[in-house]
């Protein structure tokens, strides 16, 4: 556990350490702390008794921070969180590596709050008490705020307080359903504690009814976070306006907090509640993934476009989760790490060349293999690997997924039968055909055909430093050379990691499969007459 | 009844408030060193009042002793034990943001040597002694042992203010700001006086001991007499007014507004620790869920709960206060206008406190209570601690950019509001939280539902007063601010700030001492009751 903590701490100390020394320091302090973090968290990773059990690690008893509400400093991962926390340590360092040149202004107070947001996220995976978890989850909104307000485009205001609003709200649900259940808890056991494993066997035991408006408040908070149809607007403004390792930490960890919250407390939590809303959020990341995937199609700036299909792929994830069979879900685990690495990547790319050009926009910049060839064939690699081209990490997740959705109503020999079918798979795979189109015409636009750059910068940049070349150049590299390492690696390598998921996935399902069978009883034989007054109301 | 006895019984009263005493002492002084000719003599007056105030706090941890205030027949007796170094402290970091603003116009003078001392036109002196007493008030009320004396402290507290309004600072704004507060705060005093009078009708005792002890006979015989209950329900909205809850906040804004800010800083805590002192120590003479006593033949009678016109207006009260306060935070036009809608919101969200009663929700009142004050504080040191052409800072576009010239303050101010926000980890999330748990114990989902969806809706305003410093680009209002010549609100702003993170992290460890604080006293006999009557 001190090990944890000390991984957690290493950034918020090297946040005080940029805070008070000298600006031309403050990125490099920022390094060695987030890779400082990284190595203590890898060699947590390494010591991590429990990859295939499914258990948390360590179990231990954690000192009390406010024990007269049960509020406890307990750490713990299990092998979904350790995963989600590594790839957030991993791309710390690389978003680092990657401000090098594009922070020129409040240096200091970037890297110093960029430590904190990568601490407070990883606070969040880690957390084993729902307000600590809480406090991870809210906090971070904090320098992201500032990140993209002080940090981002033209209309960056605008977007970071939509961003703060539209979390701060939905978040607001989340922590009354959290305080709900502990205080359920309180009346059968006359303690107060906020532990998640607790609170998830208690949440489990309550009325179906109360579970439906738990699911639904708990669903609120996360799907703001996700971001689900139709409370995504923030999300592609925000992409937007942020720079370049802002959206990357957005896209690859933020996000996943949402994806994250589901896995670890909506749908362990409230299982009966799941299961009457279950038809309704699939429906709703079936629309996120169709809606944001035609948005795309239409999209002329680059950044927007990758925005909205993050949303796209954040549906799809959703999907794999909400179908309910181990499949499904190790898929969507899984797939939380890819869309990290992937979609990380992708922003990183294109915000080399918008360094550059100062431009996103796909109709005035074009044919860009001729003047950054080395740039190019990152980009072509990493969007092949965001529309899951078979050996890439996409292809798993994304297969995954569908493939849990698709057989979920028919999955009886795996012991875990779903709500969703055949045809909601396939309506979801629309969604590939259309990202494999939108992502290949953003290809053809910005990576090859004729040369096209603004006129105002013809070659390289005028007003930028020197620093930076015509191509990428070596730091640039560096920062994604990893991700494409783990890109191909999961895409080649995945069963190790499925495997080592599995377990946590089947705890989280465990409680399914008998509400499944009774919820089918009951909607089998009269269809609409019979269903819960409750669950009418809400089913489209 | 003879002398000694008198006195035996007098002793442990006497112990506690050798706080005041020296409060008293520090008054005085001050009162009478401010007419001082010799200039150091007068600037010395804050660093006296802060000296007061710290050993006033200080004592209280040893003259609080269990035995003496077990002796002095009071509601709660270890209550004095956090509220008063709690108040004190923070009376003396609001003492911080005076530094410097009295008298300023005059002091200039006489330093350029445009003017002759005159001993008549300065008020520095009275303005902290008046300060000490208004404090002095707030810590009487934790020995108020019967509605006389419960009466006079919160008129101590609140006379001094009026005074303070008008005195603080230059110009006819904060007269017109002093007129407002006093004339409506005459009419509140009014309708909770009459409140008392009531209530010693109903049930024959100003003892508060006692008429806890009339209520629980009469809760358990029939119910509370309609001349006790329309006592009790006048006084609870007379003393809404200290606490700047609906329906007696409207003179909030306005006041805070035409007060000079450090003066809003102090009307933001002082006034309203008071206030919900004396409702707390009123509401425990009807009780809470689970009240029990013992009666004439020793057997314990438990009744249930505040009775319901009480517990309904405090219901009303506390839910139309918090979307009042929030829904008008978002429509004002000025920094401290927003701040005072801020006020009447947190209130609202304290109110919870009261009718989730004892033990968790008056704990989780007073915790939130001294955080709010903590995070409060900050915000109008900041604003405090800068000025633009001699004026203090007010519009919002008086502290947009405040980052580039003076990144401290703005730091300061953007982490108050995200702790008045409720963003964890700071103190406000944290307070937030405790609340809420103790709502939850007295099955008061409804009102934890509402406090949540208010606590969004004050984002939007927060969030303006914080990220402006931080982001906006300086306007040509803001790039007049330069800093206050004394360097005392820049610290006091520093600690709050800073504070409100510190107190999370211990936040364990004060909610502790909270609870201890709030234990209530044995209840006492019926035959005990009987005694005391003539």
């Given at each position: 556990m001190a090990l944890i903590w000390l991984s957690i701490i290493l950034p918020i100390a090297a946040a005080l350490g940029v805070a008070v020394s000298p600006t031309r320091h403050a990125r490099w302090i920022a390094l060695a702390g987030t890779l400082a973090s990284l190595a203590v968290l890898a060699v947590v990773a390494w010591q991590f008794p429990d990859w295939t059990t499914g258990k948390h690690s360590p179990s231990t008893e954690a000192p009390a921070w406010i024990p007269r509400a049960g509020i406890s400093l307990s750490v713990g991962f299990d092998t979904v969180s350790l995963l989600l926390a590594l790839l957030t340590a991993l791309l710390m360092p690389l978003c680092i590596l990657g401000s090098f040149s594009a922070i020129t202004e409040r240096v200091r107070e970037y890297y110093g709050w960029f430590l904190v947001l990568g601490s407070s996220i990883i606070l969040a995976f880690a957390a084993r008490d729902a307000i600590l978890f809480y406090i991870g989850y809210e906090f971070t909104l904090l320098p992201m705020t500032i990140i993209i307000a002080v940090y981002g485009g033209t209309e960056r205001r605008v977007a970071a307080i939509k961003m703060f609003l539209y979390t701060f709200l939905g978040s607001m649900f989340m922590l009354a359903a959290i305080l709900y259940v502990a205080w359920e808890h309180r009346v059968v056991s006359g303690v107060w504690t906020f532990d998640i494993d607790t609170l998830t066997a208690t949440g489990v035991r309550l009325p179906a009814a109360t579970q439906y408006w738990l699911f639904a408040a708990l669903m609120i908070g996360f799907a703001v976070k996700v971001p689900l149809f139709p409370l995504h607007t923030w999300l592609p403004l925000a992409h937007d306006q942020a720079p370049t390792a802002g959206s990357v930490i957005l896209a690859a960890s933020m996000l996943k907090l949402g994806t994250y919250g589901n896995y670890r407390f909506a749908l362990p939590m409230a299982p009966a509640g799941g299961v009457e809303l279950m038809t309704v959020a699939a429906v709703l990341s079936i629309a996120a993934i169709i809606y944001a995937s035609l948005i795309c199609w239409v999209q002329t700036d680059a950044k927007k476009l990758i925005a909205y299909s993050s949303v796209a792929h954040l549906g799809l994830c959703m999907l794999g989760l909400f179908a309910l069979n181990p499949v499904g879900a190790e898929g969507a685990v899984f797939y939380m790490v890819n869309h990290g690495v992937s979609t990380g990547a992708l922003f990183l790319c294109i915000g080399m060349f918008y360094e550059r050009y100062h431009t996103k926009d796909t109709d005035v910049l074009g044919g860009l293999a001729k003047r950054m060839p080395v740039w190019a064939c990152f980009m072509v690699f990493f969007t092949m690997a965001s529309i899951g081209l078979p050996g890439l990490n996409g292809f798993v997740g994304e297969f995954l997924c569908l493939g849990g959705t698709f057989i979920a109503e028919h999955d009886v020999q795996s012991g875990f039968p779903g709500l969703l079918g055949p045809w909601y798979a396939i309506v979801a795979g629309l969604g590939l055909i259309l990202a494999a189109m939108y992502l290949l015409i953003l290809l053809g636009k910005i990576v090859w055909g004729p040369l096209r750059v603004p006129h105002t910068s013809s070659h390289g940049h005028s007003e930028s430093p020197s620093t930076l070349t015509v191509d990428i150049n070596g730091r640039e590299i560096a920062t994604l050379v990893p991700l494409a390492v783990a890109c191909l690696w999961l895409g080649l390598q995945p069963k190790p990691m499925l495997d080592a998921i599995a377990p946590c996935t089947q705890r989280m399902l465990e409680h399914y499969p008998a509400l499944v069978e009774r919820h089918r009883q009951v909607e089998t034989p009269r269809v609409a007459d019979a269903r819960d007054p409750l669950a009418k109301e809400t089913t489209p | 009844m003879s002398a000694t006895t008198a006195l035996g019984a007098l002793a442990p009263k006497l112990q506690l408030i050798v706080p005041e005493m020296l409060l008293f002492l520090g008054a005085v002084v001050v009162a009478v060193r401010g007419l001082s000719r010799r200039r150091m003599a007068r600037s010395s007056l804050p660093a006296i009042t802060c000296i007061a105030l710290l050993a006033s706090a200080a004592t209280t941890l040893f003259a609080w002793t269990p035995s003496a205030a077990s002796q002095?027949?009071?509601?709660?007796?270890?209550l004095g034990q956090f509220i008063k170094p709690a108040v004190a402290v923070l009376a003396a970091v609001l003492v911080l943001l005076s530094v410097g603003s009295v008298d300023r116009l005059v002091e200039d003078a006489v330093a350029r040597g445009r003017r002759a001392f005159d001993a008549q036109r300065v008020v520095r002196g009275e303005f902290y002694a008046f300060l000490l007493f208004s404090v002095m008030g707030v810590m009487l009320l934790c020995n108020a042992t019967d509605l006389i004396w419960l009466f006079l402290a919160i008129e101590l507290v609140s006379l001094p203010t009026y005074i303070m309004v008008a005195v603080g600072g230059h110009g006819t704004r904060p007269q017109e700001a002093a007129i407002k507060y006093f004339f409506l705060g005459a009419l509140s005093t009014a309708v909770f006086l009459y409140g008392f009078a009531l209530i010693y009708g109903a049930t024959?005792?100003?003892?508060l001991t006692a008429i806890r002890d009339a209520f629980a006979l009469q809760q358990v015989s029939g119910g509370i007499s309609t001349l006790g209950m329309i006592g009790l329900v006048m006084a609870v909205l007379g003393l809404c007014f200290k606490i700047t809850a609906v329906p007696m906040h409207f003179y909030a804004p306005d006041v805070y507004e035409g007060a000079p800010t450090h003066v809003a800083a102090f009307l933001a805590f002082i006034p309203k620790a008071a206030g919900f002192l004396a409702l707390a120590l009123v509401l425990t003479c009807v009780g809470w869920t689970g009240h029990s006593f013992l009666d004439a033949d020793g057997v314990r009678v438990s009744y249930s709960g505040l009775p319901t016109p009480i517990a309904a207006t405090l219901w009303m009260v506390a839910a139309i206060t918090m979307t009042l306060g929030n829904v008008g935070g978002l429509v004002q036009g000025s920094v401290k206008r927003t701040l005072a809608y801020s006020s009447i919101a947190h209130s609202g969200y304290m109110v919870i406190g009261l009718v989730a009663g004892p033990p968790a929700g008056l704990a989780a009142l007073f915790f939130y209570l001294v955080a709010y004050g903590v995070m409060t504080t900050a915000s109008f040191a900041a604003l405090c601690a800068l000025e633009r052409k001699g004026e203090e800072l007010n519009g919002f576009g008086d502290i947009a950019g405040m980052r580039v010239k003076h990144p401290v303050m703005a730091w300061m101010l953007a982490m108050s509001q995200a702790s008045l926000v409720g963003l964890p980890p700071l103190i406000g999330f944290v307070a937030k939280v405790y609340l809420f748990i103790a709502a939850f114990e007295a099955g008061q989902v409804g009102l934890v539902v509402i406090a949540v969806l208010n606590s969004a809706v004050s984002a939007l305003y927060y969030l303006r007063i914080a990220i402006l410093p931080l982001v906006a680009p300086s306007s040509a209002r803001s790039d007049e601010v330069t800093l206050v010549p004394s360097a005392w609100p820049r610290v006091a702003a520093v600690v709050c700030g800073v504070g409100t993170l510190v107190m999370s992290i211990f936040a364990g460890p004060i909610i502790g001492l909270v609870r201890s604080a709030t234990a209530e006293g044995p209840p006492q006999s019926a035959s005990a009751q009987r005694s005391l009557e003539p």
């Open positions: - | 002095a027949g009071l509601l709660f007796p270890m024959g005792t100003l003892e």
